[in-house]
């Protein structure tokens, strides 16, 4: 990726300072609002902000894979990158992350970096 970044994009004439800053700005809202949801102890407050906040985070969200495509227009492994992330969060990725909450999602992450680390192992052991 760091190839097809200097070969398509590091210097070259870039019209695209508003995208640029637009994607800073999207980003910030999200970080905030995911912050917010974090802060909230129940199930029933998630699950309310969830419902009153997905359509605004899913506008942001878009705009935000809107922006980075529009930066990264040549074909090449980050705009596949960027396209293949935009697809997850349309399709109801962005709402599955809120829903399950933060600390869910840590324990989600732990078991498949567990189940990972148990299968590298087999590998490893078969190719002796």
Known sequence: MGWDYLRNYAWRDTTSFQDAFGIAADFNELLSALGELGRLKSDSQRAAWVARHYG?????????????????????????????????????????????????????????????????????????
């Open 56 to 128: 605004n985070l899913l506008r942001v969200s878009k705009s935000m894979f809107n922006r980075l495509l529009s930066i990264f227009s040549k074909s090449g492994p980050l705009r596949e990158l960027v396209e293949t992330l935009k697809e997850e969060m349309e399709g109801e990725f962005l709402k599955d992350c809120l829903e399950v909450g933060s600390n869910d999602l840590k324990g989600l992450v732990q078991i498949l970096k567990d189940l990972s680390s148990k299968y590298t192992n087999v590998y490893a052991h078969q190719e002796f």
